[in-house]
């Protein structure tokens, strides 16, 4: 009888000590998550189902930020109209930047500098997509926006990550053949209420503790993502493009790529032209300009700003994306490329219309 009392006695401090420490962590800024809806063939963005999303960064909340989510369900701070004939941003979560106001990411500070020409910006940042999401993503802005131009922005892994199922809800090519798949999503009814819980999210987000990977490697059904031989990195690069140009409107002409680099060498004083055999974004770059696409290359503007004051270009150690200076350094550097692209397809336009 004793010990039956002991039990409850423990059981129920467990659960007071959890509803204290969710009602404190639900008056602090945890990370929400974005919580995505359904994908599908028919549906083929992962996009928010809320209408704020609040983000911070490690254990101590840093960087805290609450960002509106518009009408198309993308993190920006004004809805989105059909047929606006925007300039579309597309990339993951270096685009979304959840960690930045809106107006310091790369897409709104674009915004801001095109305002006088009337030009919309519209961002569609999807975390952990890769290039082969990003298809998905300009798919979703032909059909619903028929954009003017389209601005892409690579990361590290973004042409040998196309080869994985790495995020469910996305295009992918399949490292047999390199055809294009999807992979749809839907949301983990058990993730679904486990997100509503601020300590749980805490816990996941912050601290990095998953309980599902945990209970996985105590059960042995771990998922296992790997490409089983080393990718052709030129015939991926030219695939993907193929691919891009099947399912969207980007072509080379109102198209640009926006290339990431290595940060790290450049603050150990060692930046590397991105020219090695074995570097996947400069094989990209080198197939996308053969076959007349623009690109930027970010190494030599982040490693001339950092020359000049020494101060870093993201968040690190604690977080690897691009703080708001880089965002302003490449904004700054594309704005009039965006002008002569929009003058370019102005011309072209009526060229067409007279004949």
């Known amino acids: 009888m004793k010990i039956t009392r002991l039990m409850m006695l423990i059981g129920l401090g467990c659960v007071s000590t959890i509803l204290v420490l969710e009602l404190f962590f639900r008056l602090l800024p945890v990370t929400t998550g974005f919580r ?35 009408n198309y369900g993308f993190s920006d701070d004004v809805d989105y109209a059909p047929n606006a004939h925007p300039v579309v941003a597309i990339g993951d979560s270096y685009v979304q930047s959840l ?30 997509y890769s290039l082969a999401g990003y298809i998905g993503s300009a798919e979703f802005a032909s059909k619903n926006f028929q954009p003017q131009l389209f601005l892409f922005l690579l990361t590290k892994e973004d042409i040998t990550d196309s080869l994985l199922t790495k995020t469910a809800g996305s295009y992918f090519l399949d490292s047999q053949d390199l055809s294009l798949k999807f992979d749809p999503a839907k949301p983990n009814p058990v993730n679904q209420v486990l997100i509503k819980s601020a300590l749980m999210r805490y816990l996941n987000l912050h601290l990095q503790f998953n309980p599902t990977s945990l209970i996985s490697q105590f059960t042995g059904r771990q998922k ?25 409107t980007a072509r080379s002409y109102n198209t640009i790529f926006i290339i990431d680099t290595d940060r790290d060498k450049i603050y150990q004083n060692q930046p590397q032209p991105q020219t090695a055999p074995d570097n996947q974004l400069s094989v990209f770059a080198q197939i996308a300009q053969s076959r007349g696409y623009r690109t930027i290359d970010t190494l030599p503007l982040f490693s001339s700003q950092y020359q000049q004051n020494r101060r870093r270009l993201d968040f690190k150690p604690i977080d ?17 490329v965006i002008k002569t692209k929009l003058s370019e397809i102005a011309s072209r336009s009526s060229e067409d219309n007279i004949r």
């Open 99 to 128: 960690m930045l106001p809106y107006c310091e990411t790369l897409p709104g500070q674009l915004g801001t500098l095109l305002q006088k020409k009337n030009l919309p910006v519209y961002s569609l940042g999807v975390p952990g």
């Open 320 to 336: 690897m994306h691009w703080n708001s200076t880089a965002h302003q350094i490449v904004a700054k550097e594309i704005y009039p």
């Open 36 to 70: 995505f809806q359904a994908t599908s063939q028919s549906e083929l963005v992962l996009r928010a189902t809320l209408p704020v999303v609040k983000h911070s960064l490690d254990w101590k909340f840093h960087k805290a930020q609450t960002r509106k989510v518009n």
């Open 224 to 248: 296992t993502n790997t490409v089983t031989k080393s990718p052709d990195l030129t015939q991926v690069s030219n695939r993907l493009l193929d691919y891009l140009e099947q399912k969207s």
